[in-house]
């Protein structure tokens, strides 16, 4: 130990680097480790989580593959007493809250009994609900989320059992949720007991969660609950057409794994490929310079072989200096996973952004992420596995040295040709990722939505207590007037907002028809929109045919069966729907849009087309338009254009919508390009670590390179002194000693063009509009490996030229 420690501090420059390299590599597979095993490895924080389930209803001619059960279906899937030990029922929704720093808008969430006593959740100040308070007319009551509890009311405990006011009604609060609570709908802020039983509470339909028996597998339940459906299906036909039509009702049973982090799986093992590989790499090039050192040291081995060391001994001192500086890099590589989980938390979307879903799946998760004793213990693996990696190639190497030998020279040069051959395959298929996800985000971030985003500002409004369809219609359509007369405002509107808003039932789609051809169930789904006067104008969506909307065309309700007869006699449809379903023309055709009741015996509402406007991305950029059908509605997101910045108006605009009403809430105030912005913040974040990683690999390549071709040149003074000697000129030894380096570079790339395929149809699920063999990309990684390569060539080949042949002719 300590004869290795002096040899290492009298190479201090060797001993960095590799040290450095090591570091690099240990501290970005702890950093990922650390994500993953908290996110995807531990058990849920809920009492036998591998039991937990979510039941979901699926429509499989609708294209639905996950529906809140009806509540009577749901009712049928409970009664399975020999599959599920507890069932319970949650359902989300949005009201306001007002408080001493103004109303907000606020997630609840309708919760039975029977979640909670799976989930089994303990207060963090004040308590949980009691069994009574899931009985109807029981005092209100709630619990807050620990993030609203800090956020509103600045982290007081006196607030429990005081009342709050929650859309327009008292409730008392009872307790505070811990911080490390989060449930399936993600950052819940209000949660409130409701009986299970309570089908006008819930609605028609309500979020299923169920905790099987012991003993039941998932394939068992799934098969019961098949079952089941089929039942329900051939007597009450709970999910059928307009018309009575099939709608391959079924049901699927998922882990409650699988519902927070399904999604996040198949990032997180892109992720831990890119860091394995460069890790790899590492270890490659740490091998490829204790190699050169074990040849530089050939005189040291032969006289310590000739005092009597055997292989084992020699074998051994090389092992203890790969420790130590596998220990030394391990414990610099622990402190970089350090900083580098911070700065992976900081950065992710999870952390910084509610709309995206993956906030939503793995918000559990982040809240636990941290170098803890797992994560040491990786790394301490971890590097025990580096220093055998990186140890034996000198070892072995060592144990054939006879001092002078030309063969042992022979072979230490084709063992570092062929690590060099390793990691250059290593790095090309990290490169080979890094591109396709860079060309995918570059054509993500340049798809048309389908209107002008520029100058757009967005307020979303809600009323603060309850209000009848017209007073909404006849405060927005005042409210419009008075924000469009506001100095540099060039149009306002009011509707459905774009880009990961939809419509009216954006999730889905809604059944349509068209009048004289029999119903479709398979094809014939739209999503209906909410577009109040000016809606087109003031996104500049392109009107293909016909008109747009006026004051005059009556806006529709939405409630109550009767309430059919009020639905508007016109829409608007937009091209895909008028291209697919009226190829002689949309314009004057009459079409049929549901009708504001669930009855399966309710017909479509019949009204004419007035326009066909151009295609919208409703859902998001990377998913492609579907039939669309505007609706009269001025109800919604407000939308102003503006002259200059959008939100230099936004305090303006604010004051204004209170003004008209002082119970209406304004929140959510963005930029339209803001809005868009924020469904690309993942590919953005894993683009940027795939790339990350590839940068470090081809560094790490090049280096590697650099030191083979440096150290087999060096190798070989006393040849090209003679190459010299007999005529050779510069250019002759400059392209010998290119040859030499770059042959084992493209060996790897051959190699790592079979990685490199396999490694991107990994990475399709998460591209957009780029397939997974793109050849562009392919050849820009290629040629990018193959310059890095000869650059990291050169500078030994040129060095090289300026050997003098009488001192090479003079050396041993």
């Not at 949980?128 to 993030?147: C, N, Q, W």
Request: hydrophobic share 50%; glycine share 10%.
């Amino acid at each position: 130990m300590r004869y290795s420690l002096r040899t290492l501090f009298r190479s201090p420059g060797f001993t960095i680097a590799a040290v450095l390299t090591l570091a690099l590599g240990i501290g970005a597979n702890t950093a990922i480790f650390s994500v993953v095993d908290a996110v995807l490895l531990r058990p849920l924080p809920y009492p036998n989580s591998d039991r937990l389930v979510m039941v979901w209803d699926r429509l499989a001619k609708f294209n639905l593959p996950r529906r809140s059960p009806e509540y009577h279906t749901a009712d049928a899937y409970r009664r399975l007493d020999n599959i599920f030990e507890s069932t319970g029922g949650f359902f989300g929704f949005n009201t306001t809250l007002p408080t001493d720093a103004g109303t907000e808008r606020v997630d609840v969430v309708d919760v039975s009994k029977e979640v909670f006593s799976m989930l089994a959740p303990n207060a963090a100040v004040g308590r949980i609900f009691t069994p009574e308070e899931y009985g109807r007319g029981a005092d209100k009551v709630v619990m807050l989320g620990h993030s609203l509890f800090l956020r509103r009311f600045g982290g007081d405990p006196s607030i429990v059992g005081k009342s709050i006011r929650l859309g327009g009604a008292s409730r008392r609060v009872v307790g505070i949720m811990p911080p490390d609570f989060e449930f399936t709908s993600g950052g819940v802020d209000v949660w409130i007991p409701v009986p299970l039983d309570t089908r006008q509470s819930w609605g028609n339909a309500t979020r299923m969660i169920a905790l099987l028996k012991p003993g039941v597998s998932l394939a068992a339940a799934q098969s019961a609950l098949s079952a089941a459906a089929k039942h329900v299906d051939e007597t009450e036909h709970p999910y059928m057409g307009p018309h009575g039509e099939d709608a391959g009702y079924g049901v699927t049973v998922v882990t409650m794994r699988e519902q927070l982090l399904g999604e996040f799986r198949t990032v997180t093992m892109i992720l831990l490929s890119a860091v394995a590989a460069v890790l790899l790499i590492a270890c490659v090039n740490v091998a490829n310079l204790m190699l050169v050192r074990a040849v530089a040291r050939e005189k040291e081995t032969a006289v310590r072989r000739a005092l009597g060391a055997t292989d084992a001994r020699l074998m051994g001192q090389w092992l203890t200096e790969a420790g130590i500086l596998a220990l030394v890099g391990g414990a610099l590589g622990t402190v970089a996973a350090v900083w580098g989980v911070k700065l992976l938390v900081t950065l992710s979307p999870a952390a910084s952004s509610a709309m995206n879903q993956s906030a939503i799946r793995i918000g559990s998760g982040l809240a636990r992420i941290g170098v803890d004793g797992r994560a040491l213990a990786f790394t301490i693996a971890i590097s025990c596995l580096v220093c055998l990696l990186f140890g034996l190639a000198p070892a072995l190497a060592s144990a054939r040295m006879t001092w002078g030998t030309r063969g042992t020279t022979r072979h230490s040069r084709r063992a570092a040709s062929l690590l060099v051959t390793a990691e250059v395959a290593l790095a090309f298929m990290l490169m080979i990722g890094a591109g396709l996800l860079l060309k995918s985000f570059s054509r993500l971030i340049h798809v048309d939505p389908g209107f002008n985003a520029a100058h757009l500002l967005i307020l979303r409004t809600e009323f603060n207590r309850g209000t009848s369809r017209t007073e909404r219609v006849q405060f927005y359509q005042g409210l419009r007037e008075k924000l469009a007369a506001m100095p540099g405002v060039t149009g306002a509107t009011v509707g459905d907002l774009p880009v990961g808003g939809g419509g009216i039932n954006a999730g889905s789609g809604d059944p349509f028809g068209i009048k004289g051809k029999s119903y479709d169930a398979a094809n014939q789904f739209a999503s209906l929109s909410a577009a109040g006067v000016d809606y087109f104008r003031t996104f500049e969506i392109p009107m293909r045919a016909g008109r747009v909307f006026t004051a005059a065309d009556p806006a529709p309700a939405n409630v109550g069966v009767e309430a059919a007869k009020e639905y508007p006699s016109v829409v608007i449809v937009n091209e895909t729907l008028a291209r697919t379903f009226y190829p002689d023309g949309a314009v004057g055709q009459q079409i049929g849009v549901p009708p504001p009741c669930r009855d399966t015996k309710c017909d479509f509402v019949w009204m004419t087309i007035v326009g066909v406007a151009g295609d919208v991305k409703s859902r998001g950029l990377d998913m492609a338009a579907r039939p669309q059908i505007y609706l009269p509605q001025g109800v919604g997101g407000v939308i102003l254009r503006t002259a200059g910045e959008p939100l230099q108006l936004a305090r303006a605009a604010s004051s204004v919508i209170r003004s008209a009403d002082p119970d209406v809430v304004v929140f959510d105030v963005r930029t339209m390009e803001d809005r868009i912005s924020q469904t690309v913040t993942q590919p953005i974040f894993q683009a940027a670590l795939v790339s990350f990683f590839a940068a470090a690999a081809l560094f790490l390549a090049a280096i590697g390179i650099f030191a083979v071709v440096a150290h087999s040149t060096a190798q070989r003074t006393q040849e090209i002194g003679i190459r010299m000697a007999l005529g050779a000129d510069g250019a002759r030894v400059v392209q010998t000693v290119l040859r030499d380096g770059l042959r084992p570079v493209l060996i790897g790339v051959v190699l790592g063009l079979a990685g490199a395929l396999a490694f991107s149809r990994i990475l399709g699920s998460v591209l957009f509009n780029v397939a997974a063999t793109d050849p562009s990309t392919f050849f820009v990684s290629v040629a990018v490996l193959t310059l890095v390569a000869v650059a990291a060539c050169l500078g030994p080949a040129r060095r090289a030229t300026k050997v003098d042949p009488m001192i090479a002719l003079r050396a041993e």
